[in-house]
C-alpha cells in the first residue's frame, strides 16, 4: 500500500501588526502599514486583520505592550490566523516568544521581503546574494527553526562526553554555507566586473533608472528603448539588473540600465548583497529617477532612494527627475500635478503606458550628454580601420571621404574618445594642447 502523506497547510490568513512610534510623523505608521500589506499580498498571502499599535517604550520579551500582545493573541485565536508579520524588525527572543506563545508562525518585514526576493531573483548572482541574505538572517534564529536539540552521539572511539549539540552543529553548517556563499559570490562579481569594463571600453555612454520600488523603472526602459523587460504591478518585480540600448533625437546611442527598486526599512543585509548590482547606479554617466507621481507618500520615497544612492555615493551624480503614471491622474492628482510643475520646472513629467512626455526625456538625456560631444573633423590612416570601425560603432561619424592619406571624417565626438583619436585631428597640435 502507498502512504499518503498530508499536505502541507497553505498560509491564508495573516494578521498585521504596525507600529507608530512617537519619533515617527503623524500617520506614518498606517502608511508603512500598508506599504507592508502590499508586501505579504505580493507573497500570495491573504491578509485578514490588520491593526496599529501605539508604541511609547519596545518591550524586550514581545516589542508591543502586554495588553496588545493580548488582544492580539485573542484576535488570532478567533479568526484562525495561519501568520503574524509585523512591520517592525523583532529580535530572534521576540519571534520565539511569540511562536510559543500563540502558537502561529510569527514573521517580521526583514522576512517577508527576503522571501519575495526569493521568490523573485533569476539570474546566478541574485540567487547568491538573496541567499547569502537570508542565511545571514536566519543564523541568530536557529533555535526557533529546529526543535529537535537533543544531544548528537559522538562519532568514534576517540570522541568523549555528549558530542555537541543539534543547534552547534547547524550554525556551523551555515557559517560554512555563509563563506562558501561568498566565494562564489566573489566569483560572479569579478565576472561581472569583467563584462562591465569590456562595456566601459565601448565609447557608449550610460544611463541608471533608479527609483522607490513599482515607481514604474521597468515599464519606462520598455517605452523608451522598446524592450520587453518584465513590468507588473508589483512590488521588487524588478531584482536583476536589465540594459537596453536607445537611439536619442541627436541619434547618439545610450545604454540604459533597469536596477532593483528601493523600499522603506530595506534589510540592511539585503543592501550590502545587491551593491553589486546597485553599482550600475555609481558607473552610470547620469541617472533617471523616476517616482511615482500619484502615490501619497512620494516625498518618503524620494527621501528614501536619495538615502540609498547617498550610501553608493551616486547622490550626486547628474540627475534626471521623471515623475510617472501622468496616465493615472484623475481630479485628485490635479492639484499635485500643478504644484509639482511648479516645484520642479527641470523635471519630466511621463506616461510609460502611454508613452506621453517620452520625446521630452530622450531630448533631456541629450542635453545631459551634450557637454561631452564636440563636433570635430579627423583624418585617419588606411591602417586604422579599427578606430574608424569604432567610431561607426557608436554612430558618432556625420561624414566619410577616402582621400590618399586616409580617412576624412566629420563627427560628433564622445568626450571618451577624445584621447584615442586626438593624434588625427586636423590640426593635431593646437587641438592637443587644449586636451
Known amino acids: 500500500m502507498f502512504e499518503v502523506k498530508e499536505k502541507p497547510k497553505q498560509v491564508e490568513r495573516a494578521l498585521l501588526v504596525g507600529v507608530q512610534r512617537p519619533e515617527m510623523e503623524p500617520g506614518e505608521g498606517a502608511a508603512l ?3 507592508l500589506k502590499e508586501l505579504v499580498n505580493t507573497l500570495g498571502i491573504g491578509v485578514t486583520e490588520e491593526r496599529l499599535v501605539p508604541l511609547r517604550e519596545p518591550n524586550p520579551h514581545t516589542l508591543i505592550g502586554k495588553g496588545g500582545a493580548a488582544r492580539i493573541m485573542a484576535t488570532v485565536k478567533e479568526n484562525g490566523i495561519d501568520v503574524i508579520v509585523f512591520d517592525d524588525d523583532l529580535t ?4 520565539r516568544n511569540w511562536e510559543k506563545e500563540s502558537g502561529v508562525c510569527v514573521i517580521d518585514r526583514q522576512e517577508v521581503i527576503l522571501d519575495i526576493f526569493h521568490q523573485r531573483a533569476t539570474t546566478r548572482e541574485a540567487k547568491l546574494q538573496v ?3 537570508r542565511m545571514n538572517y536566519s543564523l541568530p534564529r536557529l533555535k526557533r527553526a529546529w526543535t529537535h536539540l537533543s544531544r548528537q552521539h559522538g562519532g568514534g572511539t576517540l570522541m568523549r562526553g555528549q558530542g555537541e549539540t543539534q543547534l552547534e552543529a547547524d550554525r556551523r553548517m551555515v557559517r560554512t554555507r555563509i563563506a562558501r556563499l561568498r566565494r562564489e559570490l566573489a566569483l560572479v562579481i569579478k565576472h561581472r566586473g569583467v563584462q562591465r569594463s569590456k562595456r566601459m571600453k565601448r565609447p557608449v555612454p550610460t544611463a541608471a533608472i533608479v527609483g522607490y520600488t513599482n515607481a514604474g523603472k ?3 526602459l520598455n517605452a523608451v528603448t522598446g524592450a520587453s523587460v518584465l513590468a507588473e504591478d508589483k512590488l521588487f518585480a524588478t531584482l536583476d539588473p536589465t540594459t537596453r540600448q536607445c537611439r536619442l533625437p541627436t541619434g547618439q546611442k545610450l545604454l540604459l540600465s533597469d536596477t532593483v527598486g528601493f523600499l522603506r526599512r530595506l534589510p540592511h543585509d539585503l ?3 545587491f551593491r553589486a548590482t546597485l553599482e550600475e547606479a555609481v558607473i552610470s554617466d547620469f541617472l533617471i529617477h523616476v517616482i511615482d507621481l500619484t502615490n501619497p507618500d512620494l516625498e518618503k520615497h524620494h527621501a528614501t532612494t536619495m538615502e540609498v544612492l547617498r550610501g553608493l555615493g551616486a547622490d550626486e551624480k547628474r540627475m534626471i527627475t521623471v515623475f510617472n503614471k501622468v496616465d493615472r491622474c484623475g481630479e485628485d492628482h490635479d492639484g499635485r500635478l500643478r504644484s509639482l510643475r511648479l516645484q520642479a520646472p527641470n523635471a519630466c513629467f511621463v506616461s510609460a503606458l502611454s508613452a506621453e512626455g517620452i520625446p ?10 551634450a557637454d561631452d560631444i564636440h563636433e570635430v573633423e579627423l583624418l585617419i590612416p588606411h591602417d586604422r580601420y579599427d578606430l574608424i570601425a569604432k567610431l561607426h560603432e557608436v554612430d558618432c561619424v556625420r561624414s566619410k571621404n577616402a582621400e590618399p592619406e586616409g580617412v576624412r571624417l566629420t563627427c560628433l565626438l564622445p568626450e571618451r574618445l577624445r584621447k584615442e583619436t586626438a593624434p588625427y585631428l586636423i590640426g593635431a597640435g593646437e587641438t592637443a594642447m587644449a586636451i
Not at 530572534?92 to 519571534?95: D, K, L, M, N, T
Not at 521630452?360 to 550628454?369: A, P, R
Open 271 to 273: 543592501v550590502d548583497a
Open 360 to 369: 521630452d526625456l530622450l531630448e533631456k538625456c541629450s542635453d545631459m550628454l
Open 33 to 35: 502599514l500598508a506599504e
Open 218 to 220: 521597468s515599464s519606462l
Open 92 to 95: 530572534p527572543a521576540q519571534q
Open 131 to 133: 541567499s547569502l541574505a
